[in-house]
């Protein structure tokens, strides 16, 4: 798993769960103070926020739990897969475009890195030079040429 990534969720787990054990429960307590709880929009909202927080925090917990599965040795090295760059050939537009292929939190459309999950990507895994496949996106169908492959392996 590349470590930025790594890097970024633990920080906002980290921060995540200062929020829901130290700054949540202080303003739980303060709210709580001001009488009756029926009627205190202080601690309805401190409380939708500890929700909140604590959902957030199980999904960035099962994310980390599931990228440290990544076994970058078992991503195939003649197809594209996680990590690729791929230029594809696209068919109706008449012109050549570069995706790399990230994990969804690297995902940075502007600069071509697409997430594995998105339609191109999907549409791309698996594929090899020559292959072409059809991509249904919001915009609407279109076909794409796979003209060359670097994959994760062959990246210094």
Known sequence: MPLDITRKLVEEIKALERELHHDLPKEIQTARAHGDLSENAEYAAAKERQDLVGARLAQLKKRMADLSMVDVTKIPRDVVGLGSTVVV???AQDREI???LVTSEETDVPNGKISTTSPIGRALMAKKV???TEVHTP???KELEVV????IHDQG
């Open 130 to 132: 020559g292959d072409v």
């Open 148 to 151: 060359k492959l670097t994959t």
């Open 89 to 91: 050939y696209d068919i």
């Open 139 to 141: 915009g609407g169908a």
């Open 98 to 100: 570069q995706y790399t």
